[in-house]
């Protein structure tokens, strides 16, 4: 079992920067992949970026060359760092971490507020 921990949420203006982090633990020897998610009020859960053991990133169309997730291995966290944000970047950011079978913990989650 892994267990994700999120931190750095907050409240920023429009144009704004935040930087999110997350720490696995428990069996974090099985990890492969991790990311990001985020969920508005009202709206369904969205992936918003992703990061492989090897480095390899994907992201959403709407936080491309806005976002940027990195990864330490060695301290098994992974962080997302959040420029320009929008109002409609609002929502509760969930860090997960995916093991070699597939299976995906997901952390409490924190939550990320952009006023205009």
């Known amino acids: 079992q892994v267990q994700p921990v999120e931190s750095g949420g907050g409240l920023v203006q429009a144009g704004g920067s935040l930087t999110l982090s997350c720490a696995a633990s428990?069996?974090?020897?099985?990890?492969?992949?991790m990311g990001w998610s985020r969920q508005a009020p009202g709206n369904q859960r969205e992936l918003v970026a992703t990061i492989n053991s090897i480095g390899r990133t994907t992201y959403a169309d709407s936080v491309k060359g806005r976002f940027t997730i990195s990864r330490d291995n060695a301290r098994n966290t992974v962080s997302l760092q959040l420029n320009s944000l929008k109002p409609e970047d609002t929502a509760v950011y969930y860090c997960?971490?995916?093991?070699?079978?597939?299976?995906?913990?997901w952390g409490q989650g924190t939550q990320v507020t952009v006023s205009s």
């Open positions: 997960y971490a995916e093991t070699r079978a597939g299976f995906r913990s």
């Open positions: 428990g069996s974090i020897f099985s990890i492969n992949a």
